[in-house]
């Protein structure tokens, strides 16, 4: 087919609009069924409540529409939202982590103003279902995507299926601990939380670290990396726990899941800095059942959240309850 023929073909896809909800951010975007991109735009959020998120991204589809528009003139006819913490995909409901928060009929709001079906999911395991249509896990019926970004967290399909649990709390991989109780759970040792949390913990042993201003402030992971190159003590301490915690954390998942294959994603992870250093971490026996090994994410580190709420919106996500 030619290029032309291909660009049409595109144009009779079915679409829908993308919502990715982050802690600083939010993505919207009109996405095709095959996954790919027509249009995306940004707008900053910062931390605010979750009515004034809805309030947001009511206002963004709005402006997106204004400004922008969609591929075929008209509104697309779903929604998919990605957003974090708890979810119930079935009621539509935006749960409650802390007791003094409240739950958000998100589905049913955003329904009411735009007229159109409405999905919502996990942000992670919504991307695991991405990762699953379009990206490395694509024709594995047992899969285990891990973000390592800010936080920690997993998305796991077993049997073709997305594992939740009773309240939607499965794949909370941050709070597992492996020191018998007397250190930090995973959480705040392997991710972008975890490398401040430690620096400004660990800070006064090392009093010459060259990372002691820096400490003041914010500490991020590349401030990290760049240290221990050039043999920083307290970065490379932080670094190698990391790294030890992460080859724990994924030789006891695979121990428990036996998975075809674990992809590995978020922002702490995808500049390839820690990649091979943690599959190194890994246990050999669990690595040798890993069919397909351990891989970096095949969507684009930049959109991954994105993809995933696209994914739930184009009805993707019904195939894995």
């Known amino acids: ?30 996405v095709r069924e095959d996954g790919s991109i027509i249009n995306i735009k940004r707008f900053p959020t910062g931390k ?17 529409e204004e400004e922008i528009g969609w591929e075929n003139k008209s509104r697309p006819k779903q929604i998919g939202v990605g957003v974090n913490g708890l979810i119930d995909p079935v009621k539509g409901i935006w749960k ?13 709001c955003i329904e009411q103003e735009f007229g ?18 379009f990206g490395a896990g694509q024709n594995c019926r047992d899969m285990i995507y891990i973000n390592m970004g800010t936080g920690l967290a997993a998305g796991i399909i077993a049997n073709k299926k997305l594992i939740r649990g009773t ?18 759970r995973v959480e705040l040792m392997s991710s972008g939380m975890g490398i401040e949390y430690q620096v400004k913990k660990l800070i006064d042993k090392y009093p010459d670290s060259m990372l002691k201003a820096k400490a003041e402030e914010y500490v991020s992971g590349q401030d990290l990396f760049e240290a221990a190159n050039k043999g920083d003590e307290l970065a490379k301490h932080v670094l190698d ?15 428990v899941l ?7 994603g978020g922002g702490l992870i995808t500049n390839g800095f820690l990649f091979q250093k943690i599959i190194d971490a890994v246990m050999p026996k669990a690595k040798q059942h890993l069919e397909k090994g351990i891989v970096l994410t095949g969507l684009d580190p ?10 739930i919106g184009l009805g993707y996500q019904q195939e894995y309850f």
């Open 48 to 64: 605010i409540s979750k009515e004034e998120t809805i309030e947001k991204l009511i206002a963004g589809i709005r402006e997106y």
């Open 167 to 184: 309240d939607g709390f499965a794949g909370e991989i941050g709070y597992m601990n492996f020191t018998g109780g007397e250190g930090e």
């Open 258 to 264: 036996s998975p075809e294959i674990v992809i590995l």
């Open 1 to 30: 087919m030619t290029e032309e023929g291909v660009e049409k073909e595109k144009m009779h896809m079915k679409t829908c609009i993308a919502v990715d909800i982050g802690g600083t951010k939010m993505l919207i975007a009109e």
């Open 302 to 311: 930049a959109y991954a959240g994105l993809m995933g709420a696209a994914a």
């Open 241 to 255: 726990e990391l790294i030890k915690m992460s080859g724990l954390m994924i030789s006891n998942l695979t121990c």
């Open 116 to 133: 159109v079906k409405c999905y919502i999911d996990n942000d992670v395991k919504a991307t695991v279902i991405a990762e699953n249509k």
């Open 96 to 108: 409650k982590i802390k007791p003094e928060e409240s739950e958000v009929a998100l589905t049913k």
